[in-house]
Nanobody, 127 residues
Framework: HVQLVESGGGSVRAGGSLKLSCIAS??????????MAWFRQAAGKEREGITV????????TFAGSVKGRFAISQDVAANTVYLQMNRLQPEDTAMYFC???????????????????WGQGTQVTVS
């Protein structure tokens, strides 16, 4: 069982930066996962996959709107995944969630159903 706790959200002016953190706890933490991903959900919209990082460090960005601005990284020893967000825009306003796909998953895409555990989310507001 894996528990995920996000932090680092807040309010920021357009053009600013934030760094989100997601700490995984439970059986072996990140080492029990195939991949970790960040999603976001704006009010009235569906949950959107942003980016994913695999346990071996490979990473992929799903959302074209964040390419070149957002970057996912991980510290396996600290069981933590990060999302560095630069040049934030009002359209980035959303609740941001991290998600974990366990070992045994065949894939980790931008589909929420590919993930087994979710954090409670952290709000990012850009004005």
């Amino acid at each position: 069982h894996v528990q995920l706790v996000e932090s680092g959200g807040g309010s920021v002016r357009a053009g600013g930066s934030l760094k989100l953190s997601c700490i995984a706890s439970g059986i072996s933490g990140i080492e029990s996962t195939k991949c970790m991903a960040w999603f976001r959900q704006a009010a009235g919209k569906e949950r959107e996959g942003i980016t994913v990082i695999y346990h071996n460090g490979a990473r992929y960005t799903f959302a074209g709107s964040v390419k070149g601005r957002f970057a996912i990284s991980q510290d396996v020893a600290a069981n933590t995944v990060y999302l560095q967000m630069n040049r934030l825009q009002p359209e980035d306003t959303a609740m941001y969630f991290c998600a974990a796909g366990l070992l045994g998953r065949s894939r980790c895409t931008d589909t929420p159903e590919d993930y087994d555990y979710w954090g409670q989310g952290t709000q990012v507001t850009v004005s």
